[in-house]
């Protein structure tokens, strides 16, 4: 059965330091993996996503991750934060053929000044 | 163009009535799903209807909970003798399919159940 881990339920970063959110999986086949972001009162948007081919996803907003098999590992980072950052994030996978995607417990970010 | 829609946007409720929450995926999405959000549990999957094949229920909590997608695009959620357990926000995503390849799940707003 597939399942996220998501270290660390709140991160605080200055609003230009870099941002690294960590997400861990598992998966017994190769997974999809996807950053979801919410921001207060909404639903969720799609940040990126990793299918297959290149590890490194570059998505919306200035956001990246890694894919690395070796480490199970699938983490968001951002060079520079912006207060408009601030926000929970989810990291998901979702198997094969199986539609339903496994969340995270999701990290919320915090930007200060 | 439009996105998912849902409502209410919140549904405040007497423990022990019956609830129905609705979903207006994107058009042309063949794939729908139901996910709730809780304080306790995160981000569950609940139900994904896929064109007219049989819904996949394997996430409904019990059998107080049903969904029915009509012709093959709005959804209803229902809860029957709603509980305090249910107090959650219910989210709704539509995607293009849902077999075979990381099609994207579109998310609505959800709507918050409150259950008194």
């Known amino acids: 059965a597939q399942s996220v881990t998501q270290l660390g339920s709140h991160v605080s970063v200055s609003e230009g330091a870099l941002v690294l959110l960590r997400c861990n999986y598992s998966?017994?086949?190769?997974?999809?993996l996807f950053w979801y972001v919410q921001y207060p009162n909404q639903g969720l948007q799609l940040l990126l996503k990793y299918t297959t081919g290149a590890t490194l996803v570059k998505g919306i907003n200035g956001f990246e991750a890694e894919f690395k098999k070796s480490e199970t590992s699938f983490h968001l980072t951002k060079p520079s934060a912006h207060m408009s950052d601030a926000a929970e994030y989810f990291c998901?996978?979702?198997?094969?053929?199986?539609?339903?995607?496994?969340f995270g417990t999701g990290t919320r970010l915090q930007v200060t000044l | 163009g439009a996105g998912v829609s849902q409502s209410p946007s919140n549904k405040v409720t007497e423990k022990g009535k019956d609830v129905e929450l609705r979903c207006d995926p994107i058009s042309g999405h063949t794939a729908l799903y139901w996910y709730r959000q809780s304080l306790g549990q995160g981000l569950e999957f609940l139900i994904y209807f896929q064109g007219n094949s049989a819904p996949d229920k394997s996430g409904l909590p019990s059998d107080r909970f049903s969904a029915e997608r009509t012709g093959g695009s709005v959804s209803t959620l229902t809860i029957q003798r709603t509980q305090q357990e249910d107090s959650a926000v219910y989210l709704c995503?539509?995607?293009?399919?849902?077999?075979?390849?990381?099609?994207?799940?579109?998310f609505g707003p959800g709507t918050r159940l409150t259950v008194t």
């Open positions: 998901a996978v979702r198997e094969g053929t199986d539609c339903k995607l496994t």
């Open positions: 998966s017994s086949v190769p997974p999809y």
């Open positions: 995503a539509s995607s293009l399919s849902s077999g075979g390849g990381p099609y994207e799940q579109y």
